[in-house]
């Protein structure tokens, strides 16, 4: 599926360009897996197909995190699952 084939759905949905994009969804499930699940950036990394930044690291890292990233994608794929069914939300007080 390319990064088109998403964008066209989001349009058709009504969401302009300004409002989300296909990579949009990368980097927010970057962000919340990062800040809600407490996943290690380099496992999250890993997943979104990022190289290392150095390169000593890319000529000697060979670690694919591959039993850590199935954890991950399980309590991904849960999270979304609690969001779906009505996650906990917490009251803001009125100003």
């Known amino acids: 599926m390319s990064e088109n084939t998403v964008r066209g759905a989001l349009r058709r949905m009504g969401y302009a360009n300004e ?5 949009g969804f990368r980097a927010m499930a970057r962000t919340m897996i990062a800040e809600r699940l407490q996943i290690a950036p ?5 997943q979104l197909a990022h190289a290392v930044a150095d390169s000593l690291g890319r000529a000697y890292n060979r670690t694919q995190f591959l039993d850590q990233r199935r954890d991950m994608m399980a309590k991904w794929a849960d999270y979304l699952d609690r969001l779906r069914d009505g996650a906990q939300v917490l009251p803001f007080r009125a100003a």
């Open 19 to 23: 409002d989300m994009t296909a990579h």
């Open 42 to 46: 380099e496992v999250i990394e890993a």
